[in-house]
């Protein structure tokens, strides 16, 4: 193509790839942009079929350009991919155009496309970062389990995930499962702490029939089901001491004996345990073995609370209010700045699962706009005031405000041991006393002395 | 022998990934003795090529195909011959008479690919 006007010197000095086709679909006009985007030379490209050039996943069944024509209305910034010739998917967003003369004739078409390669890239980059499975965090805590969690998922190693309820430590055994070379095979997740030790072991290792009465056929148990597979031992800090020593022999001779049966069968399953108690305290104070901790406890892998990963909170909001919505058919929109700072005070004993039950309560009362913190459950409303705006505008108020969060922190930061929270914000430890009773903050059962600070 | 190729308004397929019927053609010394037309299940990649590999072909004959779809295909021992452009009774009469190798086949811009790849003639 010859430049020969100023609409070929603009065609040629942008950055989207544009080219024309006639009636026919032959390329007429292909410019520099086009041919850098799709590593195709003008010379080649022009005069074939705009198929054999620009190849689409839309060219068969939806091509926009055949739309267009039909239609004679233009297509704006449509989402698709074209393989170049080393067998890449390009992203690109499409706008296509019908051509006209001077007399308005229809004399072909009008394809632009820009190259949307690194803007995928930053999006992955972004969404690679912050979700693993279908758990979201941006918290340098989470991000350090991210980070190691592909690793740990090959090793094929047993894996303790400990942390408090609601922390997601279900979700983390699946994305381990989910990275592993075990994918394809199942996961299968049992609360031990909720079963008692017979039922416990004919669901784990299954039964014969005529092993009890009403046995009256085999039937596999997990670890026969889940072969090849991952199973997850939630809980595992409940089970019996009696319990314990039939695990173990599990996991040290890889084979299991079902109920009633008479030779033992080879079990091939990754396991992993999970629990919301302290193990380590458990083995020091003789209620769990030793050996048994040992033997799970290849990896150990801590979750953090919600209260020490508050960053995450809104993006887990995010994430609540786009599942509700999708689930029940609704449309808010989102949460307010004024909920969402409510929501950043408070602590979480429950967790993620408990940050979820409050957005689940939010929906129900809010209509199909922001959620307001009248939205929220009642005892958001008997907070101590927060700082900022939301406290009231009178001085005593604000210091009142100021105070109570001060505390909180110090509280926080030293593990609510209050003699270290004094001397942290410089003040007698009975001044404290007298403060936190002043101002009505109610403190956890844990007063800091003997409790340790995890990492 | 059994061959594919991924058809569309009786040309080659632009797209193997995006591809919605495959044609069968059983040929035996030069001579069609067999053909048929099999729909796709385009989008999923083990899905695609699992629809491809249980036809028994032992050759596929495509338009642009991206990598995924590429490896899935040759890794079930299919001979693959990608980026293939023009009417579907062409491209068959060319490969079965050997003269598939010539640019009137290539899509745009694989000439060098093509080039490297077909030093010598398809084994049929």
């Known amino acids: 193509m010859k430049i020969k006007n100023t609409t070929d010197i603009i065609l040629e000095s942008i950055s989207e790839g544009v080219f024309t086709v006639d009636l026919n679909w032959r390329i007429i006009s292909f410019n520099r942009a086009a041919e850098e985007i799709t590593g195709i030379p003008r010379k080649e490209a022009m005069g074939k079929n705009c198929w054999e050039v620009f190849r689409t996943n839309m060219c068969e069944s939806n091509c926009a350009l055949r739309r267009t024509m039909a239609e004679k209305k233009p297509i704006i910034n449509t ?46 980059a972004l969404h690679g970062r912050y979700q693993l499975g279908d758990m979201v965090s941006q918290s340098p805590i989470m991000q350090k389990i991210f980070d190691l969690l592909p690793q740990v998922s090959e090793s094929d190693s047993a894996v303790l995930i400990q942390g ?75 089970i019996s001491d009696a319990f314990q020593v039939k695990l173990l022999r599990v996991l040290q001779d890889k084979t299991f004996l079902p109920l009633g049966a008479t030779q033992f069968e080879k079990s091939d399953v990754r396991i992993i345990s999970s629990t919301h108690q302290d193990l380590d305290d458990l083995v020091k104070q003789g209620k769990f073995r030793m050996d048994l901790y040992y033997r799970i406890n290849i990896i150990c892998l801590q979750l953090p609370p919600l209260r020490e990963r508050k960053e995450d909170i809104p993006i887990l909001v995010d994430r609540f209010i786009e599942r509700i919505n999708r689930l029940r058919k609704r449309t808010v929109q989102g949460i307010s700045h004024e909920a969402l700072a409510v929501l950043m005070t408070y602590d979480y004993p429950g967790n993620i699962r408990e940050l979820e039950n409050i957005i ?46 001060a505390i909180m922190d110090a509280l926080k930061k030293n593990n609510y ?27 956890p059962e844990i007063d800091g002395r003997a409790g340790r600070r995890r990492i | 022998m ?47 090529a699992g629809s491809v590999m249980a036809q028994n072909i032992q050759v596929l004959i495509c338009g642009a195909i991206s990598e995924v779809f590429a490896r899935m295909v040759t890794a079930s021992g299919i001979q693959l011959i990608p980026f293939i452009t023009g009417g579907a009774d062409d491209v068959l009469n060319a490969y079965i008479k050997g003269k598939l190798q010539t640019r009137a086949f290539w899509m745009p811009g694989y000439g060098s690919q093509r080039r490297r790849r077909f030093r010598g003639n398809f084994k049929q």
């Open chain 1, 164 to 238: 408090e309820t609601g922390t997601g430590k279900e979700l983390l055994a699946r994305a381990i499962h989910g990275l592993s070379l075990r994918r394809e095979k199942p996961f299968t997740a049992i609360n031990c702490g909720a079963l008692p030790d017979t039922l416990l072991e004919s669901e784990l290792f299954g039964y014969k029939a005529g092993a009890f009465t009403n046995a009256m056929k085999n039937k596999p148990g997990i670890f026969a089901s889940a072969h090849k597979g991952t199973i997850l031992l939630d809980e595992i800090g409940d």
């Open chain 1, 360 to 405: 689940e309560h939010a929906f129900i009362l809010c209509p199909d706009t922001y959620i307001l913190p009248d939205h929220l459950p009642d005892h958001f409303r008997f907070q101590a005031p927060l700082p900022g705006k939301f406290a009231s505008d009178t001085m005593a108020a604000s210091k009142k405000s100021f105070e109570t969060r």
């Open chain 2, 2 to 48: 059994k061959i594919g190729l991924t058809v569309w308004n009786n040309h080659i397929s632009p797209v193997f990934d995006a591809a919605q019927t495959l044609l069968v053609v059983d040929f035996e010394h030069s001579e069609i003795v067999d053909k048929k037309y099999v729909p796709l299940q385009p989008g999923i990649p083990h899905h695609q």
């Open chain 1, 79 to 124: 989402a698709t991919y074209f393989v170049n010739s080393e067998k890449q998917r390009v992203p690109v967003t499409v706008s296509t155009a019908v051509l006209r003369d001077k007399n308005g004739e229809i004399i072909g078409g009008v394809e632009t496309f820009r190259d949307q390669r690194q803007e995928e890239e930053l999006r992955k």
């Open chain 1, 417 to 443: 041991n209050r003699q270290a929270a004094a001397r942290d914000l410089g003040i007698h430890k009975s001044t404290l006393f007298r403060k936190i009773k002043a101002l009505g903050i109610i403190l």
